[in-house]
């Protein structure tokens, strides 16, 4: 999936490193014991797991910087390039959805989200296509959801700022 | 044992036996449109399960499992699209069949290799699980702590492309696996005033976001290059008993080679139809035939992939240790049912687990028919684009993530794990590893933990004990046989032709 294996490596062993550092300074300061390495405190294991994701994210970035540009490139220029604008535009429909689940109700936020998602799934001749779909599966899914889980699992989907 | 069975037959129930059922359609359904799989599938399903009878919902999920692994072969046969990882491997010759007008004999080929390869594991799991469960119960917090690190180094590195990333995503899950209170000392870690969290991450959402809304924003951002799928009209004579037959001793290798493969924690159906097409392709008569429409290699694809299903259960329910998603899901329902995994599992719940056992048995049966009744009617799910399922995926995720605990932070824990399980899949790094690791941490901790306080602090208990001695010793073998493996492979590639 990575495009480019050696940015791809590089911001995988960036973030490990960080993530190291950030969890050692959360367990000093959080966590109140005498002896942070003894194997009975609660700051054991995580310390542990975070000097090894540290050493591994720096085995990651030595690795990758010193190998040639080459051997890590897998980059193809012949190749269509992934649309990261619209994997911008999904990660921010699918956090509206979740939240618009609260505020205004299950059903239209489903309704909302199905034809977003469907845009932006689909290209321009699928979209007219599909539309018609889209539409009916809009409208029918949620109530479908919605009854499986009231009848199956005794729970009420949110019915929004109008419901409660 | 033999009057436990009987007994949890009896015990069953219609609606075990129907939801089984079920199960199974869906799954079939869902393993035939590609880009959804057993993961997602399993994992949105999951918060229904937790209000029905364990018999009724963990049934249901083994059927929809047992399913989806199948299907997968009916797009990778007739477009070149495998509905699953794990048909991968089928599309080769199954296609190239379907090109040859011959389409209806690799759909049943591909039938006839998933029941052989399930039943065959099943009767494995059958015999095995009960003396393993006995042998289990002698375990103690060092051994338990050697097997909890061999499963998560062994998932986190053969489970992905670079290990090294395999690993950096176990130990990250690991960490995640820490937030909430202290087991021993009941301390807070990671919890940053934020009440929700003093219980830990909630494993379910946390799936759906990874699995489910990251493979959504992997649609959205995928190119347009989608070829319109055409079925093949032409689907040709179907199987003929001999043509099966000769298949027989690819059969009982492959499957041999998936049950192995699917009783170790990390590889799945994924690695084994790989792994069985291989060495099927080496034994053969014929190899030049594979990837050109041999029924061999279909044979050896779906026998080695389905093989896996019952053989995951294996470590799952005897160690408690999930092979792969699916198994870690299935964990999830085990404990929302108040059901613990492990070796007590076979003397307190006895015929829950033959139960499940005697479901396994009847989906294979149930196989037959749905297999039949799939390759007739179900050739419109495969035209429907995976965008327009992607959608629906979604709304079932986020009433499934609500439904948990009708609280807003279920969804938000799923948003989340949708947007960092895509970070993770754009940059290579594998979930599987996270995932288990977070379900897997507690428990090793605990177990470390424990060993160590018993020693005084001394690692050389993990060696002075003989059953942890040998499984320590055996895990290292394993690992340098794959370190080995994998440098032997690397030279032989530098040499040249």
């Not at chain 2, 065959?120 to 338990?144: G, K």
């Amino acid at each position: 999936m990575a495009h480019n294996k050696k940015a791809a490596d590089r911001r995988v062993a960036l973030a490990s490193i960080l993530t190291a550092v950030v969890v050692v300074i959360v367990v000093f300061q959080t966590i109140n014991v005498v002896d942070y390495h003894d194997p009975m405190a609660p700051s054991f294991f995580p310390l542990l797991l975070a000097y090894l994701l540290f050493a591994c994210g720096l085995f990651l970035a030595i690795r990758t910087w010193s190998s040639h540009a080459a051997e890590l490139q897998d980059h193809d220029d012949e190749a269509p390039r992934p649309r990261f604008g619209r994997g911008v535009l999904g990660a921010l429909a699918l956090v509206l959805y979740g939240f618009g689940v609260f505020y205004i109700g299950f059903w239209l936020a489903s309704f909302l989200a199905v034809l977003g998602l469907g845009w932006l799934l689909l290209d321009r001749d699928a979209t007219r296509r599909f539309m018609g779909l889209m539409l009916v599966m809009g409208i029918v899914l949620p109530w479908v959801v919605a009854l499986m889980f009231d009848v199956f699992a005794g729970v009420k989907m949110p019915l929004g700022w109008g419901g409660g | 044992m033999f009057d436990t069975i009987i007994h949890a037959i009896s015990e069953l129930g219609y609606w075990a036996v129907l939801s089984a059922l079920g199960g199974l359609v869906l799954g079939v359904i869902v393993g035939a449109v590609p880009g959804l799989t057993a993961s997602i599938a399993v994992a949105i399903l999951l918060p229904l399960t937790f209000f029905l009878p364990a018999t009724v919902g963990i049934g249901f999920l083994l059927g929809v499992y047992k399913g989806a692994v199948y299907a997968g072969s009916i797009p990778a046969i007739l477009i070149n699209t495998p509905g699953t990882p794990a048909a991968a491997a089928t599309a080769m010759d199954g296609f190239a069949m379907t090109q040859q007008g011959k389409a209806k004999k690799a759909l049943h080929m591909a039938l006839f290799s998933s029941l052989f390869g399930d039943l065959f594991a099943t009767i494995v799991l059958l015999s095995v699980a009960a003396p393993l469960a006995a042998i289990a119960i002698q375990f103690s917090a060092p051994e338990y702590a050697v097997l909890f690190l061999a499963s998560l180094v062994l998932i986190a590195t053969v489970s992905a492309g670079d290990s090294l990333k395999g690993v950096l995503s176990a130990i990250a899950g690991a960490l995640v696996g820490c937030i909430g209170l202290d087991s021993l000392t009941v301390a807070q870690r990671f919890v940053f005033d934020v009440p929700e969290l003093l219980g830990g991450v909630p494993l379910v959402p946390l799936i759906v976001g990874m699995f489910a809304l990251s493979e959504v924003l992997i649609q959205i951002t995928s190119p347009l290059s989608e070829a319109s799928a055409q079925i093949s009209r032409t689907v040709g004579p179907p199987l003929q008993r001999k043509e099966a037959l000769k298949c027989l001793p690819t059969l009982f290798r492959s499957t041999s080679i998936g049950t192995f493969i699917g009783a170790l924690p990390g590889l799945g159906a994924e690695i084994a139809c790989w792994v069985a097409y291989g060495i099927a392709k080496q034994r053969s008569k014929n190899p030049q035939e594979f990837g050109k429409g041999s029924l061999e290699g279909i044979a050896a694809a779906e026998s080695g992939a389905n093989a896996t299903v019952p053989a995951t259960l294996i470590p799952m329910l005897i160690f408690g240790i999930p092979g792969d998603v699916v198994t870690a899901v299935l964990i999830g329902a085990f404990i929302a049912q108040g059901v613990t995994p492990g070796p007590l599992l076979f003397t307190n719940h006895a015929s829950l687990v033959y139960g499940l056992f005697a479901l396994l048995v009847f989906t294979n049966i149930a196989l037959i028919f749905v297999g039949l009744l799939s390759i007739r009617s179900f050739s419109w799910v495969v035209r429907i684009p995976s965008s327009v399922m992607m959608p629906a995926v979604v709304v079932i995720a986020v009433a499934g993530a609500y439904s948990i605990g009708s609280d807003p932070y279920d969804v938000v824990i799923m948003l989340i794990g949708g947007v960092l399980g895509y970070a993770m899949r754009i940059n290579g790094v594998p979930i599987p590893p996270f995932i288990i690791a977070v379900l897997l941490a507690p428990q090793f901790e605990k177990m470390l933990r424990q060993s160590l306080s018993l020693s005084n602090g001394d690692f050389t208990i993990f060696v002075s004990r003989p059953i942890s001695a040998s499984l320590l010793a055996g895990f290292v073998l394993f690992i340098l046989l794959l370190v080995g493996k994998a440098a032997w492979s690397k030279r032989r590639a530098a040499l040249p032709l």
